[in-house]
């Protein structure tokens, strides 16, 4: 059964900092690519950040130079390093899996809350 946990979640003022991590675990088929997505109360899931198994990245616009993923392709894990944090990007964020072979899988999500 295939398992994608999310940790790093929290409140921070705004212009803080946090890391997420989501680790996969549960089949060995290989994971294509992997991202985060983010969805505010009232408002759609959105891309925040997706990076290839052969590490190409790709940034919503609204957190490009302040967000950074990176990925550990031994250990199917995926962070997200988040800076210069503002109000707006208080979400859930969720963690993304698309396997080559069973597809797409999602974790269970996230809290980031920012607030003075």
């Known amino acids: 059964q295939v398992q994608l946990v999310e940790s790093g979640g929290g409140l921070v003022q705004p212009g803080g900092s946090l890391r997420l991590s989501c680790a996969a675990s549960g089949t060995n088929f290989s994971i294509n690519r992997m991202g985060w997505y983010r969805q505010a109360p009232g408002k759609e899931r959105e891309l925040v950040a997706v990076?290839?198994?052969?590490?190409?990245?790709n940034y919503a616009d609204s957190v490009k130079g302040r967000f950074t993923i990176s990925r550990d392709v031994a250990k199917n894990t995926v962070y997200l390093q988040m800076n210069s944090l503002k109000a707006e990007d208080t979400a859930v964020y969720y963690c993304?899996?698309?396997?080559?072979?069973?597809?797409?899988?999602w974790g269970q999500g996230t809290q980031v809350t920012v607030s003075s």
């Open positions: 993304h899996a698309y396997y080559y072979v069973i597809g797409n899988y």
């Open positions: 990076i290839t198994s052969g590490g190409s990245t």
